[in-house]
């Protein structure tokens, strides 16, 4: 039954940290970055549709992005798709292919990133610290039906603990990570 329990709270703290990993990818560094891209979906035929599957995209130097669409007709959408989103990328059509220079960060703007990436990990870490309440609330209901002993109960809250720091810990690291790349000049 424990077992059990901690399985799923190891999936737990897994996907939350993909999930975090994934939010980090989405902030804008100085450098170009296609997963900056991710969940940009551009209208194709009435249908939101990723920005990867209506063209080709490259990172084709440490400050440009390039997009290559399928069909001529897609350069508006996507040109559009990418000033409606949140960017702050200003896209340039030479009639064939979509440029986008990834201009360098103010001391504003990189400060503004940082408070961004750091609310985003205290959400995460919100979300790590309710898996926890809800392992424990399973434990003690297994020791309140006498499945395990009291004993077994306060190793298993202790363990449960244990796994949560260093969870937590992995979130300040990759946070203190990509608030060094979003503040390197």
């Known amino acids: 039954m424990l077992d059990e329990v901690f399985e799923e709270l190891k999936a737990n703290f897994d996907s939350t940290l993909k999930a975090y990993r994934q939010t980090l990818a989405k902030v804008r560094t100085g450098r170009a970055n296609l997963s900056m891209l991710d969940g940009l979906k551009v209208e194709y035929y009435g249908t939101p549709t990723p920005l990867n599957q209506v063209g080709t995209c490259k990172v084709a130097d440490a400050r440009l992005i390039t997009i290559q669409p399928w069909e001529k007709s897609m350069l508006g959408p996507i040109e559009k798709a990418i000033h409606m989103s949140d960017l702050g990328l200003n896209p340039s059509n030479d009639g064939t292919i979509i440029r986008l220079p990834v201009p360098e960060l103010t001391g504003e703007r990189r400060q503004d990133l940082v408070k961004q990436v750091r609310r985003a990990a205290e959400d995460h ?22 499945e395990i002993s009291e004993d077994e109960m306060h190793r298993a809250l202790k363990s449960v603990q244990e796994s949560t720091d260093q969870t937590i810990a992995r979130v300040e690291t990759f946070t203190e990570e990509k608030e060094k790349e979003i503040l390197e000049i």
């Not at 979300?127 to 006498?146: F, T, V």
């Open 125 to 146: 870490k919100i979300i790590i610290r309710n898996h926890r309440r809800d392992a424990n609330d399973m434990i003690k209901e297994l020791e309140k039906d006498s």
